[in-house]
């Protein structure tokens, strides 16, 4: 499948991104900053999963940004839409095989840290896979890494202190913390998120820790943030809807865009 994409993709694009970006939900306008944009969408490569998920449109953008060769999932696959892991995982294989060196990944998370409020944009430094299971079971592919991958350094230190060099920069607000991956589609009872809290999780979301596994195993180099769309359960004792998590995705979402921005023409790549 990685072969079969990255061959038809290919004889679409004329050059190798030196970056991928992961778009999470309601955050996909900065797709639209890409200049001389090259638009695949994922129905058109043959066996290539489609994004079920509100927000998430379904596609590749490949062109440039900020002075850099860039690929854009707009939209990507969670588990709790029936997707294998494999196939959750496939895009990411696909970019780095196509010569993506840097992966950037968002989404929209619950905050669980009691400092964070609605709107804030976490830096994540580590994470807590709870999705109770990894996308690199089953034979190990040599070609794309080794069978047992250190995942000490999964989110790359020296990008993470870029980031916040050209966030102070901006004047754009950062915060840091551990995200922990669960599977959904529901969202956590106040009993989880109390438990969540004690393993010293900082927001809880449903996508990114296979994705970010993946890179990992293939050497990329890997940055990532959340933006908080709202409290988890039991933090402000109202229900949880998908509308506020669009809407703050929509309104404090371009402060994020414009941050990757200037991180990725920072990069050296």
């Known amino acids: 499948m990685i072969k079969k994409a990255v061959q038809y993709i290919s004889s679409r694009v004329p050059f190798k991104p030196q970056a991928a970006i992961i778009l999470g939900s309601g955050l996909g306008e900065l797709a639209d900053r890409i200049e001389n944009p090259i638009i695949i969408n994922y129905s058109e490569i043959e066996g290539f999963p489609v994004s079920t998920?509100?927000?998430?449109r379904g596609r590749f953008v490949f062109g440039e940004?900020?002075?850099k060769k860039v690929v854009c999932m707009q939209g990507r696959f969670h588990y709790y839409e029936g997707w294998s892991m494999e196939q959750i995982v496939l895009p990411v294989r696909v970019m780095r095989a196509l010569g993506a060196e840097y992966l950037f990944v968002t989404n929209a998370a619950g905050g669980i840290n009691t400092s964070f409020v609605p709107g804030d944009i976490m830096l994540i430094c580590d994470h807590i896979n709870l999705m109770g299971t990894n996308?690199?079971?089953g034979k190990n592919d040599d070609s794309l890494g080794v069978r047992f991958p250190d995942m000490s350094f999964a989110y790359s230190p020296e990008i993470r202190e870029l980031c916040l060099d050209c966030a102070a920069r901006a004047g754009v607000e950062v915060k840091q913390g551990v995200y922990i991956g669960?599977?959904?589609p529901s969202y956590e009872t106040p009993a989880e998120i109390r438990a969540f809290r004690t393993l010293g999780a900082d927001a809880v979301g449903m996508s990114t820790v296979p994705e970010i596994i993946a890179a990992s195993h293939m050497r990329m180099k890997v940055i990532a943030f959340?933006?908080?769309t709202n409290m988890a359960a039991g933090?402000?004792?109202?229900?949880l809807t998908e509308e506020e998590v669009l809407e703050t995705g929509r309104r404090r979402g371009r402060e994020m865009q414009r941050l990757i921005t200037e991180?990725?023409?920072?990069i050296d790549a």
């Open 65 to 67: 940004l900020n002075g």
């Open 182 to 184: 669960v599977t959904g």
């Open 226 to 228: 959340s933006l908080i």
């Open 135 to 137: 996308p690199l079971i």
């Open 263 to 266: 991180v990725i023409g920072e």
């Open 53 to 56: 998920a509100p927000g998430h």
């Open 235 to 239: 933090i402000l004792k109202q229900p």
